[in-house]
């Protein structure tokens, strides 16, 4: 399975666009990267996915290098509402179900 | 709008007591899931099941069975609770197509004393 790293924690200012990295130097060719947040005492909600192209939706964009060895996810207008652990992911199939393989992610805190 | 159910957020037992958790989705979907989450340690997966009355052993299976007899419920079932299992429990399901995100229930704080 490749694993991810991500900073232990990040601040930023309301209003402000939140960029949170990953780096997953060993990610397969085809492997998907995925992006959760966990918001206090609720359950992991996901934000977005990409394989090698940068994806944008509703919640975010996903930038992704061109090597694929790291990724950045962006939420354009920071509000207090995303203050979350933000978990960088690493799709692994296995029997056909998806196996999703949570590292310790980023605390983010959005400050006033 | 889809949802992930579980039968309790909080949950206090005693040692050696039998404990079940129970999740339930409304989205139909073919694959289901039961996590822990400690401190430090992250998300772990303990079973996951694609297909009725099918199971597959996750990463922590051991002090754990579970139960499929219907597409829409997955059972987790502690059967001698220890103080070790004292942790949150969350359930996910998933679309068996592998692009799919999965759907997290609001997890349930099990106590252990």
């Known amino acids: 399975d490749a694993k991810t790293t991500q900073p232990p924690s990040m601040d930023c200012a309301e209003g402000r666009a939140a960029n949170l990295p990953c780096n997953h130097s060993t990610i397969s060719g085809n492997e998907y990267v995925y992006w959760y947040r966990q918001i206090h005492s609720q359950g992991p909600q996901y934000i977005i996915h990409?394989?090698?192209n940068n994806e944008t939706n509703e919640m975010a964009s996903l930038i992704i290098t061109e090597d694929r060895k790291s990724s950045t996810l962006i939420l354009p207008h920071a509000t207090l509402r995303d203050t979350a652990v933000y978990y960088c992911?690493?799709?692994?199939?296995?029997?056909?179900?998806?196996?999703?393989?949570f590292g310790q992610g980023t605390r983010l805190t959005i400050n006033p | 709008d889809v949802k992930v159910t579980q039968s309790s957020r909080y949950l206090v037992k005693r040692t050696g007591e039998k404990v079940f958790l129970e999740c339930v989705q409304d989205?139909?979907?073919?694959?289901m899931f039961w996590y822990r989450q400690d401190p430090g340690l992250g998300l772990r997966l303990i079973y996951f099941s694609y297909d009725v009355k099918m199971k597959e052993k996750g990463d922590i299976p051991e002090g754990y069975s579970v139960s499929r007899e219907k597409k829409e419920r997955f059972s987790l079932i502690l059967e001698s609770a220890s103080t070790n299992q004292t942790s949150m429990y969350l359930c996910a399901s998933t679309e068996r197509s592998q692009y799919n995100e999965q759907f997290f229930g609001p997890g349930t704080r099990l106590t252990v004393l």
């Open positions: 992911i690493v799709r692994v199939v296995f029997q056909g179900a998806q196996k999703l393989v």
């Open positions: 990409g394989l090698k």
């Open positions: 989205m139909d979907h073919e694959n």
